[in-house]
């Protein structure tokens, strides 16, 4: 009888610990996924400044609007934005360090997405 609850108990341990794992690696993989997006966002921002000569205006304006439009996604306020857009800037400018092959800045974009967001948020960042 002790066995049979030894060994039970070893089957409990290891559901549990692989439930703990797969856990993990779900949330690793949202976050990381998370970054990208954010990344991606304050890219499209960027380059949209750049090409269309448009001004930190936006950003309010882009935060309302995808607050009217998606109210049931959180984190774009306005100041998540100017992040994003600082998050690109501090990480994603190929013409400040001369262009990057896709397959180098891929690589560093999965490396930024394994930092959790908090992480990412520059300290001189505008709040």
Do not use: C
């Not at 002790?2 to 089957?11: I, K, N």
């Amino acid at each position: 009888m002790t066995t049979d609850l030894t060994l039970y108990a070893d089957l409990l341990g290891d559901v549990k610990a692989r439930i703990r794992q797969a856990q993990v690696k779900a949330t690793l993989a949202a976050n990381a996924e998370m970054i990208l997006m954010y990344w991606d966002i304050g890219r499209l921002i960027t380059e949209r400044q750049q090409r269309e000569g448009w001004g930190a205006g936006v950003i309010p304006r882009l935060s309302r609007d995808l607050h009217n439009e998606l109210p049931e996604s959180k984190g774009f306020s306005e100041r998540n934005i100017k992040f994003m857009v600082q998050l690109y800037k501090e990480y994603g400018l190929g013409d400040e360090i001369g262009k990057q092959a896709v397959s180098q800045l891929e690589e560093m974009q999965q490396l930024v997405a394994r930092i959790p967001w908090g992480h990412n948020n520059p300290p001189h960042a505008a709040h």
